[in-house]
């Protein structure tokens, strides 16, 4: 009977050791890009990137997904030196033209507005010109008003721009009369002012975007799980309603 016992505890061992090397590792690119990746001021990591890759995880056992931070600038040469296969919360437009990568349906919109204190934009006319404006703007990423143009000599050659990578700095800086204006993803600026209502009556934030954009799933060209299957994946964790949860955690409606 002891036998028997410990055969069957050999057999459960070899099983568990054989599901787990047959998991396979996936790395997900990912740099701050608030509400999608943060970091608070102790250096923690978290966002809804983050909550997307735990949900991922959860819900099957095939791949094991991973975080591995990079920079805005360089996600790029990150993703040719193999650092990672997949970005979330990506979209082509960004740089990704001429990569050998694929994008998955849409799973949410999103955009940037300019936001400035009431006390000098007296109207949403003030917004019409950037021309003598001194604009608060994030390192490394691709702006409409500048022609989808992130490199930084360019911004600096061509607007009176300072950058940052922190969207909370930036809004500070036009609250704080240090600058004129600041450009502000709408999801980060809609959950600031959820913890922060009381500047909320201080701004004025466009109506127009900058730009609106589609939130995909970048996966890289011939690469597991395909892009097909992260398409499978979202919609799952869609149908599950775990989707949305992750969405209302930052104030998002998809």
């Not at 398409?231 to 799952?236: A, H, T, W, Y």
Request: charged letters at 25%.
């Amino acid at each position: 009977m002891m036998i028997k016992n410990l055969f069957a505890i050999h057999l459960l061992i070899l099983s568990f050791c054989s599901d787990l090397s047959a998991t396979e590792e996936v790395n997900v690119g990912g740099y701050i890009f608030p509400p999608f990746v943060e970091k608070d001021e102790k250096g923690n990591i978290s966002g809804m990137t983050l909550d997307l890759i735990d949900s991922l995880n959860t819900i099957q056992n095939k791949y094991h997904f991973n975080l591995i931070l990079t920079s805005s600038r360089r996600r790029y040469v990150a993703f040719e030196q193999g650092q990672f296969d997949i970005l979330f919360f990506e979209n082509k437009l960004w740089g990704w033209q001429k990569t050998a990568i694929q994008a998955t349906k849409v799973y949410l919109k999103g955009g940037e507005v300019f936001i400035a204190l009431k006390s000098r934009a007296k109207s949403q006319n003030y917004f019409n010109s950037l021309k003598g404006k001194s604009i608060a703007a994030m390192l490394g990423y691709h702006y409409k008003f500048a022609g989808l143009n992130s490199d930084p000599e360019f911004l600096r050659s061509k607007f009176n721009i300072s950058l940052s990578t922190d969207e909370r700095m930036n809004i500070q800086l036009v609250l704080l009369e240090r600058m004129d204006i600041a450009i502000v993803t709408k999801s980060y600026l809609d959950r600031f002012l959820t913890y922060n209502p009381s500047v909320k009556s201080r701004l004025l934030v466009s109506s127009k975007m900058d730009q609106e954009y589609e939130h995909t799933i970048l996966v890289r060209n011939d690469t597991n799980p395909s892009v097909e299957k992260m398409d499978r994946f979202l919609e799952q964790l869609v149908q599950s309603g775990e989707y949305d949860k992750i969405l209302q955690r930052y104030g998002i409606a998809r």
